[in-house]
């Protein structure tokens, strides 16, 4: 049986006529920069993640990039993160001038290990920027209380992680900014790039919504150098209509993940690890092998869909060669990369879909 790793057209066949109306709405209004669309976002995603500021990007990118820029980070400053994540994370830190520093993860949670991260702490150092790796918040307490000492500020790449919970509050609810991605495969996923950013501080929202567009107010008077990372208003109308469904759609996929890992038990698969503090959203289903690469080639081969999230940490990339980093600096991560294996979560998988990957994953364990 063909399990695809992801079906969005099963989500949007549910939806497509509201999608349909909502953005037809945007284009009989030609207002397609900003208006009440991205106005209405803003509001509920902010109310969503627990904040009082919700500020509409054109990616999760743009986000990190833009949350960077409007702290002033920038050259000969450091910025201590996770190797083992996306490559915008660390990514957005060198765009703007500044040196990523790396910090090896918990290797239960994939997230980054705060027990590691006060001896990364240098004079030069002005942010924390954890990530809430597959839907699972950071132990966010142990790094605020980190970054209360040393005065930083601390930048939560939410980015997979919309609407999951650490000790009751939401990602993106307790570092000075939180970023969020809607890529379309995301839990809330636009119909191409979007991000948002959350905050709790009014100064900052007001900075970063200038620096969205290019540092000006009024039109033409600019009051430092912003960029274009402005949400588009058909982005946002269509996650409107998605917005709804968010909760049902990641418990659906807390439900999956629950069938997978009854069925794994006593197997010698690694299922996710979940910290009692946290309700994750599993944005993907990771699993670990010791024969990743083999179980993957055969699952492919059997038309399940899988992905390595993510192969090589960040540390070992070609593009960061100049941090001088070196293989077995960050061991647990580079143990990761090279055992986790994601499978199909979605909330339209159905159990004959679910026990054709099950079976699939077991045959490759003989």
């Known amino acids: 049986m063909q399990v695809p790793l992801l079906d969005l057209k099963a989500q949007y066949a549910k939806i497509k006529n509201d999608v349909l109306k909502a953005v037809s709405e945007v284009l009989d209004s030609q207002v397609c920069i900003g208006g009440p669309k991205v106005a209405e976002l803003e509001k509920q995603v902010a109310q969503l993640s627990g904040?009082?500021?919700?500020?509409?990007?054109?990616?999760?990118?743009?986000?990190?990039?833009?949350?960077l820029m409007t702290l002033g980070i920038g050259s000969g400053d450091e910025v201590i993160t996770t190797p083992f994540t996306f490559f915008a994370t660390a990514g957005s830190i060198a765009r703007v001038g500044a040196k990523p520093v790396f910090v090896d993860i918990d290797p239960k949670t994939y997230n980054i290990n705060p027990a590691l991260i006060e001896k990364a702490v240098t004079k030069k150092t002005k942010a924390i920027m954890p990530v809430h790796l597959y839907g699972q918040m950071?132990?966010?307490?142990?790094?605020?209380?980190?970054?209360?000492?040393?005065?930083?500020?601390?930048?939560?790449?939410?980015?997979?992680a919309i609407g999951s919970v650490y000790k009751g509050k939401r990602a993106g609810s307790i570092g000075t900014f939180g970023c969020f991605?809607?890529?379309?495969?995301?839990?809330?996923?636009?119909?191409?790039?979007?991000?948002?950013?959350?905050?709790?501080?009014?100064?900052?929202?007001?900075?970063?919504?200038?620096m969205r567009d290019h540092g000006q107010n009024p039109t033409y008077y600019?009051?430092?150098?912003?960029?274009?990372?402005?949400?588009?208003?058909?982005?946002?109308?269509?996650?409107?209509?998605?917005?709804?469904?968010?909760?049902?759609?990641?418990q659906a996929r807390r439900q999956?993940?629950?069938?997978?890992?009854?069925?794994?038990?006593?197997?010698?698969?690694?299922?996710?690890?979940?910290?009692?503090?946290?309700?994750?959203?599993?944005?993907?289903?990771?699993?670990?092998?010791?024969?990743?690469?083999?179980?993957?080639?055969?699952?492919?081969?059997?038309?399940?869909?899988?992905?390595?999230?993510?192969?090589?940490?960040l540390h070992l990339q070609e593009c960061f060669a100049y941090l001088g980093y070196k293989e077995g600096d960050m061991p647990e991560s580079e143990k990761a990369a090279k055992e986790v294996l994601a499978l199909p979560i979605y909330p339209e998988l159905t159990d004959e879909m679910k026990n054709s990957v099950v079976q699939a994953v077991i045959e490759n364990l003989k």
């Open 51 to 67: 904040c009082k500021y919700g500020i509409g990007m054109s990616s999760g990118t743009d986000a990190l990039l833009a949350s």
């Open 222 to 250: 600019y009051h430092f150098v912003g960029g274009n990372f402005r949400l588009d208003p058909i982005q946002a109308a269509a996650l409107l209509v998605k917005l709804p469904y968010l909760n049902e759609w990641s």
């Open 138 to 160: 950071a132990d966010m307490d142990a790094i605020m209380a980190i970054a209360n000492k040393h005065n930083l500020a601390v930048i939560e790449d939410a980015a997979q």
């Open 256 to 313: 999956n993940a629950e069938f997978y890992n009854a069925k794994f038990a006593g197997t010698l698969i690694k299922t996710p690890y979940v910290h009692s503090d946290c309700i994750t959203i599993y944005n993907q289903y990771v699993i670990r092998v010791s024969n990743r690469d083999e179980m993957a080639a055969n699952l492919r081969k059997n038309n399940i869909g899988c992905a390595i999230y993510y192969p090589v940490p």
């Open 181 to 210: 991605s809607f890529f379309p495969s995301k839990n809330l996923g636009g119909i191409g790039d979007g991000g948002m950013v959350v905050c709790n501080d009014e100064k900052l929202a007001a900075k970063i919504r200038l």
